[in-house]
């Protein structure tokens, strides 16, 4: 299993090679490449020159020994940019497309993909299914040319009302299901973001997500740690999830996926440079321990 970190949230500080050189000392194996910025038109990925910046990460990533083994897509395009056809067609899917032909190059195994889910949730699941099933089967044929799995990821939102978090597509197992088994594609698997579970959406913990989903539907994880009221983002132990319970729970299905953050780089871009290694380890610490509980707890291993 790789210890993978979302090696983006550092950008702001370093760039990636030196990102690279940063978290492998600390003990991480690979890394998630965001590809988040491809919503702005003026991104370096919105370029004539694209596969040759791809190529040149991939470049780095592998004289480095430190693969990219997953991608995020970008999910941030307003409302009019999913909603309105002739923009949707002009600019949010190719754009969708570039994203997993640029994970391809990357050698990324998962790219994870949201869900459309910018609408009311509660009293709209079923038109958001639909909805859902046509663009993620369009997006199929393109994940199997470059060679990529698409993550489903498990979502929240906000009440436009009252402001609280509420429940929001995949944040029900049973629906979360429902979209990976309906889809039925070698190239769709379920990424399992386990904070999002840890949120005021149900009554239901994340190793329950991970059994029920089970071995053939968990190809991938978003790991981080909250204290169940909001979407923090910070290291696992920061917060109040159970890691036992779903390290346990990771083994026990025989998981095949990778460990991987998705956490704030907040605390390694503000301490100053000679502790850096220090955070950076620091950062790495509760991963190690949690994968080797997952370890534990294969089928055969107790």
Known sequence: MELSINISNVFGRYDFATAVDIYKKAGFTACDYSLTGLVNDGDRWNGDNYRELAEEVRRISDEKCFPITQTHAPFTFKAAQWDDPVIFEEVTFPRMVRSLEIAGILGAKVEVIHPIHHMVYHGHEEEIFERNMAYYRRLIPYAKE?????????????????????????SN????????????????????????????LNDMEAADFVRGLGHDRLGSLHIHDNDYKSDLHTLPYLGIMNWMEIAKALGEIDYQGDFTYEVKGTL???????????????????????????ERNRPGKN
């Not at 470059?146 to 995949?170: L, S, W």
């Not at 629906?175 to 005021?200: K, M, N, W």
């Open 146 to 170: 470059y060679g990529v799995k698409i993550g489903v990821e498990n979502m929240f939102q906000a009440d436009p009302r009252r402001k609280h978090i509420v429940a929001d597509t995949c």
């Open 173 to 200: 197992l049973q629906e979360f299901i429902r979209y990976i088994d309906t889809l039925d594609s070698d190239q769709i698997t379920a990424c399992l973001d386990v904070g999002h579970v840890g949120l005021p």
């Open 268 to 294: 390694l871009c503000n301490c100053d440079e000679g502790f850096v290694p220090t955070m950076a380890a620091f950062y790495a610490a509760p991963g190690k321990h949690i994968c080797a509980e997952i």
